[in-house]
T-cell receptor, first 113, second 116 residues
Framework: GDSVTQMEGPVTLSEEAFLTINCTYT??????LFWYVQYPGEGLQLLLK?????DKGSNKGFEATYRKETTSFHLEKGSVQVSDSAVYFC????????????FGQGTTLQVKP | GAGVSQSPRYKVAKRGQDVALRCDPI?????LFWYQQALGQGPEFLTY????????KSGLPSDRFFAERPEGSVSTLKIQRTQQEDSAVYLC??????????????FGSGTRLTVV
């Protein structure tokens, strides 16, 4: 069945470090891919998305490229800030055309000053 | 409203009690989803509505779980005879378009259910 696998956390970085959070997926066809972020005490927010192969989604300095050949959608940021500390979820549309999202287990990012 | 509103924000239920969780989606949004998020896990799909029609309820874990959206706007998730394993955050999300739309969804802040 459809699934998403994220690198396990927590990921602890110093401010201004480079961030990569790996995400791979299993799904049929060419599903849209998403990264959501959950800040402490808040709900899930859409961070970025990509709808077709080789698309690059970007927002707030974060980027992710839809790699069909490796079924990956790794999240990157060149210079993290303390305010980026949150839980990041990779997600893919599941099969069946109902639009349900299949989420990874989440990766906690902690950025230290 | 401006966002997806869920109530109550927190709910403590005694085992065996029935609970009802409410979701007010963004006005005019066609699609509405319920997800269950256990502690330290990603959200898991429960059910999906397109307007008032429940098109997918494959994620409901048992027949104790029931969801409705009778007028195509507000939705209620009901859990009967709650069990400890039902303890989780229940998230509602809505989207302006039909399935597989490119917008993604707007999530509410969730209802944290604790069954004691």
């Amino acid at each position: 069945g459809d699934s998403v696998t994220q690198m396990e956390g927590p990921v602890t970085l110093s401010e201004e470090a480079f961030l990569t959070i790996n995400c791979t997926y299993t799904a049929t066809g060419y599903p849209s891919l998403f990264w959501y972020v959950q800040y402490p005490g808040e709900g899930l927010q859409l961070l970025l998305k990509a709808t077709k192969a080789d698309d690059k989604g970007s927002n707030k300095g974060f980027e992710a490229t839809y790699r069909k050949e490796t079924t990956s959608f790794h999240l990157e940021k060149g210079s993290v800030q303390v305010s980026d500390s949150a839980v990041y979820f990779c997600a893919v549309y599941g099969s069946g055309n109902t639009g349900k999202l299949i989420f990874g287990q989440g990766t906690t990012l902690q950025v230290k000053p | 409203g401006a966002g997806v509103s869920q109530s109550p924000r927190y709910k403590v239920a005694k085992r065996g009690q029935d609970v009802a969780l409410r979701c007010d989606p963004i006005s005019g949004h066609v699609s509405l989803f319920w997800y269950q998020q256990a502690l330290g896990q990603g959200p898991e799909f429960l059910t999906y509505f397109q307007n008032e029609a429940q098109l997918d309820k494959s994620g409901l874990p048992s027949d104790r779980f029931f969801a409705e959206r009778p007028e195509g706007s507000v939705s209620t998730l009901k859990i009967q005879r709650t069990q400890q394993e039902d303890s989780a955050v229940y998230l509602c999300a809505s989207s302006p378009d039909n399935p597989q739309g490119a917008f993604g969804y707007t999530f509410g802040s969730g209802t944290r259910l604790t069954v004691v």
